[in-house]
């Protein structure tokens, strides 16, 4: 289900034996650990063992202290205060040992368990097709690899752990008060169905709440990361005060919601300890009635109360236990939907991959967004590039020349119609061979966080130094690079802040350069540079051009004189195309029109 923002709705699904289903995955990820994780729950069983002898032996210490009706009757106390303090010793160093093994063996299953998961759900991401990422928004994918894999690490960590000791303290803890007091435990028990009807009334009113919560701290952190992503806008739109106020209002909600939640868990709290207390006041009365008769010693009776601590413990805990595991639940089923989306197939090209000469044919091709199917936005397309041929790309904004190279790029599928690389069908290279042996100069250069070596790098990982030096004196990057005090070595910020367009553009090309493919695909800037930049600019060009297939989306009419052809895209048809001089010579054409629009500094 999707909300129209594209994010698919936070599942409500009640926490059921098939929902219980959803679990599996992670018992995949943690097959690997599966020893370490046994090994855990064994310790921590058995510790909870030595942890209900403490009240067991307590007891005893008791009775071996204050002889009581019971005890005298019997004959005296079964053991010294000194014996039964020794065996209490022992059965805590033995519980503490315990303790240490099972907890760090849960954490290092869970640590290893998620990380794996962290690691396969960030490969399957990145390698989802474009159309997945049309769909769904930034925030929402960097929440499901914060927010829900916490989550999923809380389960492994510390839910899983809990469950398993509390439970431990519940059967044992109940055993133990039978054994004891049969009468009094029937006292206890009676109780508690109030307290639990109480508890699961309140309990999913307070899940609702949080829930909603929950969500509603999701939409503000999605207007966190988009706002600064695009500070730039903000900025410049001076609308620092409208996102304030967005994130403010949505903080308030978020507010709201959280304070009614925590009104109702104190609501629960203040009622579930007044029942506990109460219900072990009504204990002790009965525990003490039974002591005046001699049914009870004291030392039992001292057994009974700890040992229902421990019960009534266990029990509000697993209040608790219940609304992690159904957060946890949402959270696993959209990690398994993320995982179930379908990867574009074979991304990597293999050293004996062939190498293409870069021939580009487009056989009446169309093709619609798979997100917008009413809108045709490219029909009809024929074109063909020879190896080595500059093939230019123009027309009026939306005409859909970025969708063509996306085509080239292989990002979608078309619609109908073929895309030809070396005279052969596309589907018959897998993705990463085309890939490989293309290259794309962007309108906007994203740099990453990194050096500029890095970022040069990029373009051939496992490129050689002498390579990227290479690759950046072609480019014309290494008058710069070389000028700044770190070098090569100078980090440039996420986007690259530090450094201008123009340098910017000149890294991509080096990038490029690094890459030699066959097709190069160069979506010229549109913001001006001054013209030293831009001679240098255009010479790096010039110079990774050179040989290549290149298909280059042009908005300076002036930069494109020299392509061999030139295509004129108008709503998603080829208007016309030819060189530069046949096109300006058609007093009618489109391209005469956009020629006459611009002033051309060439002239
Ligand atoms: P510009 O010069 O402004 O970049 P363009 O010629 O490159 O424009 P395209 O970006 O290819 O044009 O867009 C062509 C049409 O396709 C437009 O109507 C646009 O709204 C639509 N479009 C572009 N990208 C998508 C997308 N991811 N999903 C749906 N529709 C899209």
């Not at 007091?181 to 309990?203: D, E, N, T």
């Not at 739109?237 to 009104?263: K, P, V």
């Not at 066959?518 to 255009?538: P, W």
Request: aromatic share 8%.
């Amino acid at each position: 289900m999707e909300s129209d923002a594209g994010i698919p709705e936070k599942p409500t699904r009640r926490l059921s034996l098939s929902a219980l289903g959803d679990f599996r995955i992670l018992g995949e990820y943690l097959r690997p650990h599966r020893g370490r994780f046994t090994a855990a729950i064994v310790a921590s069983s058995v510790s909870m063992a030595f942890g209900l002898l403490f009240p067991f032996l307590a007891g005893f210490l008791i009775d071996a202290a204050v002889p009581s009706a019971k005890t005298t009757a019997a004959g005296g106390p079964a053991l010294t205060v000194g014996g039964t303090a020794l065996l209490l010793t022992l059965t805590l160093a033995v519980q503490a040992v315990l303790m240490f093994f099972s907890s760090y063996w849960f954490q290092q299953a869970g640590e290893c368990t998620v990380v794996r998961l962290r690691e396969t759900l960030y490969r399957h991401l990145i390698s989802l097709p474009m159309e997945f990422f049309g769909k769904h928004r930034v925030g929402e994918l960097t929440s499901r690899l914060s927010t829900d894999l916490s989550l999923i690490h809380d389960l492994l960590i510390h839910v899983t752990p809990q469950i398993i000791r509390q439970t431990a303290l519940l059967v044992g803890g109940a055993v133990i008060i039978t054994l004891t007091s049969f009468r009094l435990s029937l006292v206890m028990v009676g109780s508690f169905p109030v307290l639990v009807l109480v508890a699961i009334l309140f309990g999913k009113r307070i899940r609702k709440a949080s829930r909603l919560a929950q969500d509603q701290l999701a939409e503000s952190t999605t207007t966190v990361v988009e706002t600064l992503q695009g500070i730039v806008n903000v900025k410049a739109f001076s609308n620092e005060g409208f996102e304030s106020g967005r994130y403010g209002g949505q903080l308030r909600d978020y507010l709201a919601t959280a304070l009614r939640s925590a009104r109702l868990r104190a609501a629960l709290i203040s009622f579930v300890i007044l029942g506990i207390i109460g219900s072990l006041v009504l204990v002790l009365w009965y525990g003490a009635r039974l002591m005046q008769t001699g049914e009870l010693s004291a030392g039992e009776m001292a057994r009974f109360v700890f040992c229902t601590m421990f019960v009534g413990g266990a029990v509000s805990s697993f209040a608790e236990v219940f609304s992690l595991l159904q957060r946890t639940l949402g959270a696993t089923e959209r990690v398994r939907e993320l995982l179930n989306e379908p990867q574009e197939p074979e991304l990597t090209a293999t050293p004996d991959s062939p190498r293409l000469r870069g021939e580009v044919e487009l056989r009446d091709l169309s093709f619609r967004y798979p997100s917008r199917p009413d809108l045709p936005v490219l029909q009809g397309i024929t074109m063909k590039a020879h190896a080595g041929e500059k093939i230019a790309l123009v027309g009026p904004s939306g005409a859909g020349k970025s969708t063509l190279v996306s085509l080239l790029l292989r990002f979608y599928e078309p619609e109908s119609g073929e895309l030809l690389f070396d005279n052969r069908p596309a589907s018959a290279y897998t993705l990463g061979e085309t890939r490989s042996c293309m290259a794309l100069v962007p309108q906007e250069v994203l740099l990453f966080g990194g050096s500029i070596r890095d970022n040069i790098a990029y373009g051939r990982p496992g490129a050689s130094e002498e390579e990227i030096l290479e690759a950046a004196r072609r480019a014309n990057c290494h008058e710069f690079a070389s000028r700044l005090p770190e070098g090569y070595d100078t980090l440039v910020g996420e986007r690259g802040v530090q450094l201008s367009g123009g340098q910017r553009q000149r890294v991509a090309i080096a990038r490029a350069l690094l890459r030699d493919p066959a097709i190069l695909i160069l979506d010229e800037a549109t913001s001006s540079l001054d013209s030293e930049s831009e001679s240098l600019i255009q010479q790096a060009l010039a110079t990774l051009l050179e040989g290549r297939t290149s298909f280059i989306i042009a908005h300076r009419l002036s930069t494109i004189r020299n392509a061999d052809r030139i295509y004129v895209l108008e709503g998603g048809r080829i208007a016309e195309s030819g060189t530069h001089a046949e096109l300006t010579a058609r007093p009618e054409g489109v391209y005469r029109r956009l020629h006459d629009l611009q002033v051309d500094p060439g002239q």
